[in-house]
C-alpha cells in the first residue's frame, strides 16, 4: 500500500459516504437512469440544430456527438440481477427475460451514436440530420419495447 | 429540412417527452446531479483497486479513467443562472458567487482526471495510485467548500 495516507482517508470518505447512500441494486439503477439523464442532456441540442430551431454550432455537434458515443457504452452495465423491478426504475422485465435482444439493442444505438460522432466531424448538418434520426429511432425502438409509459 | 418525416416524429416525441419533464433550471439540476452519478459509479472500481479490495484489471482501470476524463468535462453547464437554490441540489450559494473560483476547481478536477487516464493507459498500479489519488483530492476540496452536508 504505497499510497500516502491523506489520500488513502480522501478515497475512505468518499466511498463511506457513497455506501450509506444506498444497495447495490439502487446504485446500478440510479447509475443508468443518470446515464440516460446525461444522455438526454447531449442529445438535445444537437436535436434543436437538426430541427432548425437553434443555429447550427459544428463544435457544439461535434463535442455533444463525442459525449453521445462515450455515454452510449454506459447504460448496459446497470442493468444487472436484482433491479428487475421493485425500484425506483421503468424498465420492463422483457429487458431482462431477453437481455440478449436488449444487448443488441443497446449496441445499435452505440454503433448510431459512433456514426453521429463521424458525421458531426465532416461539420456538415445535412451529414449530421439523417445520422441523428438514426440514434433517435434507435433510442425511440428500445424504449418502446423496454421501457413502461 | 432534408429529414425524412418518421426520424422528424420521432425526435419531436422525444423532445415533447422532455420539455414536460421540468423548468430548464430543473433539468440543469438533475443533469449535474446525473454527471455526478455517472462520475461516481465509474470513479468507485478504481478506488477498490487502489485499496486492494478487488483484483487489479488494468482494462476496466483504463476504461473508467477515459470516461472519468470525458465526464469531468460534463457538469460545469450545469450550474446556470436560477439553479443556485430552491430546486433539489445541495449546492452552495458560494459556487455562484465565486464562479471564477468554482470553475477554478472544476478545471483541476478535470486536469486530475487527465492525468489518471494517462497514468491508467501505463497498467501499472503503482502509477495510477498517486494519480487516484489526486483526483479524489480535487474531488473532496470542491465538495468541502461548495456542498451542502
Not at 9 to 36: C, G, N
Not at 103 to 119: C, D
Not at 126 to 135: E, H, N, R, W
Request: proline fraction near 4%.
Amino acid at each position: 500500500m504505497k499510497l500516502a495516507l491523506p489520500a488513502a482517508a480522501v478515497i475512505l470518505a468518499l466511498s463511506t459516504a457513497a455506501a450509506f447512500a444506498a444497495s447495490k441494486e439502487e446504485e446500478a439503477i440510479k447509475y443508468r437512469k443518470a446515464v440516460m439523464t446525461t444522455i438526454a442532456w447531449n442529445f438535445g441540442p444537437i436535436g434543436a440544430m437538426v430541427k432548425g430551431e437553434r443555429p447550427f454550432d459544428k463544435n457544439l455537434a461535434m463535442r455533444n456527438a463525442d459525449r453521445l458515443e462515450a455515454l452510449g457504452k454506459m447504460p448496459l452495465e446497470g442493468f444487472v440481477p436484482g433491479t428487475e423491478s421493485g425500484g425506483d426504475t421503468k424498465v420492463k422485465a422483457e429487458a431482462f427475460l431477453e437481455m440478449d435482444k436488449f444487448r443488441t439493442a443497446m449496441e445499435k444505438m452505440q454503433s448510431e451514436t459512433t456514426k453521429l460522432a463521424v458525421a458531426a466531424r465532416s461539420g456538415n448538418l445535412d451529414q449530421i440530420k439523417p445520422a441523428f434520426g438514426d440514434v433517435a429511432k434507435a433510442c425511440k425502438s428500445c424504449h418502446d419495447n423496454y421501457r413502461a409509459k
